[in-house]
């Protein structure tokens, strides 16, 4: 019997795909296009959210392999106990990096060269010169440095920074320079004139960017959130930024999508862009070439890239 493949893209439409597999087109419709007992490898919907992302994985009993085209992860962890043990869950690491440091570094450029303030006084016909902050010279805070946190790093380079200082999960160096502890963020993050967060969600980083983090950025500091919204307290970010003392633009929000009339809407000093880090014209081609690459290995019976985590353990491997 052939094992049966999830795809959230018609199977015709992936080149390279092995034979030897039986393909299903499933992006998050009511109806399954197959009986969820006998996928063995289950690529989830994109940007369908956690509801739909988890809904046929406890019917999932032959499941080997959950795949998601985000980098992150959360939005599965609430049916990964469902399923049993040895389940390897992948993630796209490799597909949206280029896009989510593209995007950054136009919030980081939009806000610090006031470009909103641009768009608003060109709509009502308002000539808004005078001398706005550069990027060049300031001292950038990477917090969150796996492979987009160093994409993003790699965009910063000919734009004459100051210093680039990165934190991750834990202590380690690369060939750009070291990678400092979550523990040092105390030390680092008032010398930081732009703080960049790019790290999964976990429970270890929800609510980092809380009301401690914030008081410690220094005087005008840029906060810059492409991670996931629930990294930054809201409430918090939403007492700083109504002082005026620091600055902030998001790519994602805590809630997501955010409703109408909520105040971050509204909030001062704030850029919100709606979670488009990723989903770009580079997508579809890069997440199509990694499905392939993955089920030719998986077909073959290799190992697989982008494993974060197993089943049995439930311990990231990343």
Same mark, same amino acid.
């Given at each position: ?102 995007? !950054? ?93 790019? !790290?999964?969600? !976990? ?92 089920? =030719? ?15 049995? !353990?439930?311990?990231? =491997?990343?």
């Amino acid at each position: 019997m052939t094992a049966d493949v999830w795809l959230p893209f018609p199977a015709d439409e992936i080149a390279g795909l092995p034979q030897g597999l039986n393909y299903h087109f499933w992006d998050g419709d009511p109806d399954f296009p197959a009986d969820p007992a006998d996928c063995a490898f289950y690529v989830v919907p994109y940007m369908k959210g956690p509801e739909i992302a988890v809904r046929p994985m406890p019917a999932m009993a032959s499941v080997q392999v959950v795949h998601t085209l985000s980098a992150g992860v959360d939005h599965v962890q609430g049916g990964l106990g469902a399923l049993r043990p040895g389940v390897r869950l992948c993630n796209a690491r490799g597909v949206h990096e280029a896009s989510t440091a593209e995007l !950054t570094l136009a919030l980081v450029l939009a806000s610090l060269r006031g470009i909103p303030g641009f768009v608003q006084g060109q709509q009502q016909e308002e000539w808004r010169s005078g001398f706005y902050p550069a990027l060049a010279d300031k001292s950038v805070l990477i917090v969150g440095y796996g492979s987009i946190g160093a994409a993003i790093e790699d965009r910063l380079a000919p734009f004459e920074c100051a210093r680039v200082a990165r934190v991750a999960r834990s202590a380690r160096t690369t060939e750009r320079g070291p990678v400092h502890p979550l523990g040092e963020l105390p030390r680092l993050l008032p010398e930081a004139d732009v703080v960049i967060l790019s !790290t999964p969600l !976990t429970e270890a980083t929800r609510h980092l960017a809380g009301a401690d983090f914030l008081a410690r950025m220094k005087d005008g500091a840029l906060l810059v959130n492409v991670a996931r919204g629930a990294v930054v307290d809201t409430k918090a970010l939403l007492a700083e930024l109504e002082t005026g003392r620091i600055r902030a633009a998001v790519d994602v929000t805590d809630p997501e999508p955010l409703p109408a009339g909520h105040p971050l809407w509204h909030a001062p000093n704030l850029l919100i862009s709606p979670h488009v880090g990723g989903s770009t014209s580079a997508f579809e081609p890069r997440a199509k070439r990694l499905l392939a690459g993955q089920l =030719t290995k998986f077909a073959a019976g290799e190992p697989l890239d982008n494993v974060v985590l197993t089943t049995e !353990t439930a311990e990231s =491997t990343a």
